[in-house]
């Protein structure tokens, strides 16, 4: 069992930034890639980003690449997803997620572990 604890939502201006940290705890965290998934208000949940196990490898939604990174600290157990020149329609609750396969992957169902949100809100 893998316990996901997001932070770092908040209110920001457009074109502004923001960094959200997910911390794992429960087994090792380096046994998992980490993706990072958002939903908007009467959307479905889609995938933003992903870091492989050791961090070599990151994955990214055309729909942010370029503004957001995923860096992860393995000492610390947590991902964190920068997110930089913001736009109302980055407005969500964002979810960090973990899955014990080392691939590619962005569907929602391939991931076990899931956080609670954080809400991210885009003035424009």
């Known amino acids: 069992q893998v316990r996901l604890v997001e932070s770092g939502g908040g209110l920001v201006q457009a074109g502004g930034s923001l960094r959200l940290s997910c911390t794992a705890s429960g087994r090792t965290f380096t046994s998992y890639a980490m993706g990072w998934f958002r939903q908007a208000p009467g959307k479905g949940r889609e995938f933003v980003s992903r870091?492989?196990?050791?961090?070599?490898?990151?994955y990214y939604d055309d729909s942010v690449k370029g503004r957001f990174t995923i860096p992860r600290d393995n000492a610390k157990n947590t991902v964190y997803l920068q997110m930089n020149s913001l736009k109302p329609e980055d407005q969500a609750v964002y979810y960090c997620?973990?899955?014990?396969?080392?691939?590619?992957?962005?569907?929602?169902?391939?991931?076990?572990?899931w956080g609670q949100g954080t809400q991210v809100t885009v003035s424009s």
């Open positions: 870091i492989s196990r050791s961090g070599g490898n990151t």
């Open positions: 997620a973990a899955d014990a396969v080392e691939l590619r992957r962005r569907r929602e169902m391939e991931y076990a572990y």
